[in-house]
């Protein structure tokens, strides 16, 4: 007899502003670990709700509103910190580096390691392939990608193109909510795009009640994010850009995004 593994507890929960954390736990080893550490306070309710204590963090990237909790909560519980190899010393508290094709074994469950460089230069991605879902951090949003403050067009489209890669029933983890900003630029590259239409209609509809867009999945995100879709004619007809690379197509669609006021 083959016995497998319950799945994978996920619990998503706001931190900050707009940040989102997730608890992932193992319940057969009473393993926990935190997808970024935006906010330690809230970290702590969520673990003091859930009844589960803290064995791991898995960072994404450096940024403060994404490491800034490593210390605090490695001094409460002696958790180890998983991160970038590629950042690694920009991580606070890193015990164990990673990077792209390494993997990382999370109790029952099988992290696979993406690089995915462009909003910071060693930005990683964390894709557990038998729970369908990858922790995306900064690099992919719905409905949008992060900002590149130390990579270029080039880098960031080649990350996308690995999470593309991924399964299309692939849950997304983004660790923000920037879904109604992301779909309302969206419309302005994309406005016949009938999936995004419909889309936005049940983003706006979840929001005014409070409830999170996240996750999103993949199939969803290649049929209305824009990001991901710099090689759409319709895109490119209304670009002016019908014979430009695919590169140069998405490198304008994120500085348009820059410069976009909702």
Not at 19 to 43: C, K, Q
Not at 101 to 114: D, P
Not at 179 to 195: E, I, M, S
């Amino acid at each position: 007899m083959i016995l497998t593994a319950p799945a994978m507890q996920i619990h998503l929960f706001p931190c900050l502003n707009d940040n989102y954390a997730f608890l992932l736990h193992d319940p057969e080893n009473r393993l926990t670990a935190v997808i970024d550490t935006p906010e330690v306070s809230a970290i702590n309710r969520a673990l003091n709700e859930k009844g589960w204590e803290l064995t791991h963090i898995l960072n994404t990237h450096h940024h403060w509103d994404h490491a800034g909790g490593n210390l605090e909560l490695k001094e409460q519980t002696g958790c180890i910190i998983v991160g970038p190899r590629d950042e690694a010393g920009k991580i606070p508290g890193i015990d164990i580096e990673v990077g792209e094709g390494e993997t990382f074994q999370f109790g029952n469950y099988l992290a696979r390691i993406y690089d995915t460089p462009g909003h910071t230069s060693g930005h990683i991605i964390y894709y557990f392939e038998s729970e369908h879902c990858a922790f995306v951090g900064d690099t992919l949003f719905a409905m949008g990608c992060g900002r590149l403050f130390e990579g270029t067009p080039e880098q960031m489209w080649h990350s996308l193109q690995k999470i593309m890669a991924l399964p299309d029933d692939t849950k997304l983890y983004c660790a923000h909510e920037y879904t109604q900003t992301n779909g309302r630029f969206a419309l302005t590259v994309d406005p016949d795009n009938k999936d995004l239409i419909e889309r936005m209609s049940e983003v706006n509809a979840l929001r005014k009640k409070g409830t999170p867009t996240i996750p999103t999945d993949l199939a969803l995100e290649k049929k209305t994010n824009p990001f991901l879709r710099p090689g759409d004619e319709n895109i490119r007809v209304r670009l002016q850009m019908q014979n430009n690379t695919t590169t140069e197509v998405f490198a304008r669609i994120r500085e348009m995004k820059d410069n976009f006021r909702s």
